[in-house]
Structures are given as structure tokens and as C-alpha cells.
């Protein structure tokens, strides 16, 4: 059974640092593109942090860059979003989600993932 399970969303207060996890099964993440979307209440769900089969490319929004970051530990078949500086306006439902693509493919957008985690709730407030 193919399956992405996110998990370490939590409240947290403004300025604090949480890493997430998603774990994948059935299948490998080795080399496959991989993305954290976020989706805040009545927004749409929109990229933070996306990277390259291969490792080599990343994309970050304005929105976080220099404060998240997204990386893989293939032996452990997992991707990671550390999150620092935490701002309420990071608030949302994140995701993790993986796709095939060339390996130096960056996909920014949603459309081009087929598998998806269930979402864990990150809340930032004081």
C-alpha cells in the first residue's frame, strides 16, 4: 500500500522552530520529486518548500525562504520540513506529496504530485 503519513504539527508560539516528517511506505522516495504544501484556512493549498529527485533543486516562496527548509533521508525512505522563525501567518494544514519527474525537476505546483499525506495541523500562536 502506497502511503505518505506526515507528522510533528503542534502548536506552537511565534519566533518557535518545529520539524516536520513524512514517512513514506510501499513505495521510495528515493527519487522522486518531493513538496510540502500548506493550506491555510479558506486559502488555497500553495508550495513551501519543494525539491528535486536528485537533490540538487529547491524551491522556497518568498514567504519562508530563509526560514524553512525541506531535505531527505533516503535510509530512512523520509522527507523533512524544519520550519524556523514561525510566524502566525504559517498557520495551515501541512502536507507532504511526491511525484515522478526528471531528477533535477523542481514541481512547484500541486497538480503535478500523485501521492499525498493526510496533512498535519501546524498552529502558531501565542
Known amino acids: 500500500q502506497v502511503q505518505l503519513v506526515e507528522s510533528g504539527g503542534t502548536l506552537v508560539q511565534p519566533g518557535g522552530s518545529l520539524r516536520l516528517s513524512c514517512a513514506a511506505s510501499?513505495?521510495?522516495?528515493?527519487?522522486?520529486?518531493l513538496g510540502w504544501f500548506g493550506q491555510a484556512p479558506g486559502k488555497e493549498r500553495e508550495a513551501v518548500a519543494c525539491?528535486?529527485?536528485?537533490?540538487?533543486?529547491?524551491y522556497y516562496p518568498d514567504s519562508v525562504k530563509g526560514r524553512f527548509t525541506v531535505s531527505k533521508d533516503n535510509a530512512k525512505n523520509t522527507v523533512y520540513l524544519q520550519m524556523n522563525n514561525l510566524q502566525p501567518e504559517d498557520t495551515a494544514l501541512y502536507y507532504c506529496?511526491?511525484?515522478?519527474?526528471?531528477?533535477?525537476?523542481?514541481?512547484?505546483?500541486?497538480?503535478?504530485?500523485?501521492?499525498w499525506g493526510q496533512g498535519t495541523q501546524v498552529t502558531v500562536s501565542s
Open positions: 510501499g513505495f521510495t522516495l528515493s527519487y522522486l520529486a
Open positions: 525539491m528535486s529527485g536528485d537533490s540538487t533543486k529547491r
Open positions: 506529496a511526491a511525484a515522478g519527474h526528471l531528477s533535477d525537476y523542481v514541481a512547484r505546483n500541486q497538480d503535478e504530485y500523485d501521492y
